[in-house]
T-cell receptor, first 111, second 112 residues
Framework: NAGVTQTPKFRILKIGQSMTLQCAQDMNHNYMYWYRQDPGMGLKLIYYSVGAGITDKGEVPNGYNVSRSTTEDFPLRLELAAPSQTSVYFC??????????FGEGSRLTVL | KQEVTQIPAALSVPEGENLVLNCSFTDSAIYNLQWFRQDPGKGLTSLLLIQSSQREQTSGRLNASLDKSSGRSTLYIAASQPGDSATYLCAVRLNTGNQFYFGTGTSLTVIP
């Protein structure tokens, strides 16, 4: 059972570079989410999607973009990386009856 | 906006003790409430999911209760073990909207 798969697990970026964090789920879930977690802080919602072709902003969307072309995949793109984007990023998904499942996380450092 | 609070932020107990973790929320119109465990450097693992119509859920040594009217949920851990050491988070989903609201967690240390 793969569940929610995130790649890469670790990445170091230079300021101004761009990259895409990949997220895939094999549970046929309609709802998918991207969160960031900073040390000692709670989870902050970046973007979410309620189905293919539909995305919406969360609490902290600036500096990020998403797309949802298929039910399975929900990539998060970082444009012009900044040190403030150093964080651990989690992808999650849910369907019926509403249990939320998380990936293992992607640890990003921007230098 | 739903506010979710977990107190205390940290808890240290001797092995074998029974303990209770608390989760409070401000909007009682919830769809469900979920408890997670997070080990250092790892993702969140689902422990228990309580639907709005339920009062409690049990899994092994874990029991979670839900009282919507008072805006509270508790996670009871029986006979704690060092392997229970982790951060425990609760998350609430409302009847309206598609977002989950997380507490900041309780860091539990079980001392052998």
């Amino acid at each position: 059972n793969a569940g929610v798969t995130q790649t890469p697990k670790f990445r170091i970026l230079k300021i101004g570079q761009s990259m895409t964090l990949q997220c895939a789920q094999d549970m046929n879930h309609n709802y998918m989410y991207w969160y960031r977690q900073d040390p000692g802080m709670g989870l902050k919602l970046i973007y979410y999607s309620v189905g293919a072709g539909i995305t919406d902003k969360g609490e902290v969307p600036n500096g990020y973009n998403v797309s949802r072309s298929t039910t399975e995949d929900f990539p998060l793109r970082l444009e012009l990386a900044a040190p403030s984007q150093t964080s651990v990023y989690f992808c999650a998904s849910t369907g019926v009856p509403g249990e939320l499942f998380f990936g293992e996380g992607s640890r990003l450092t921007v230098l | 906006k739903q506010e979710v609070t977990q107190i205390p932020a940290a808890l240290s107990v001797p092995e074998g003790e029974n303990l209770v973790l608390n989760c409070s929320f401000t909007d009682s119109a919830i769809y469900n409430l979920q408890w997670f465990r997070q080990d250092p450097g790892k993702g969140l693992t689902s422990l228990l999911l309580i639907q709005s119509s339920q009062r409690e859920q049990t899994s092994g040594r874990l029991n979670a209760s839900l009282d919507k009217s008072s805006g509270r949920s508790t996670l009871y851990i029986a006979a704690s073990q060092p392997g229970d050491s982790a951060t425990y988070l609760c998350a609430v989903r409302l009847n309206t909207g598609n977002q989950f609201y997380f507490g900041t967690g309780t860091s539990l240390t079980v001392i052998p």
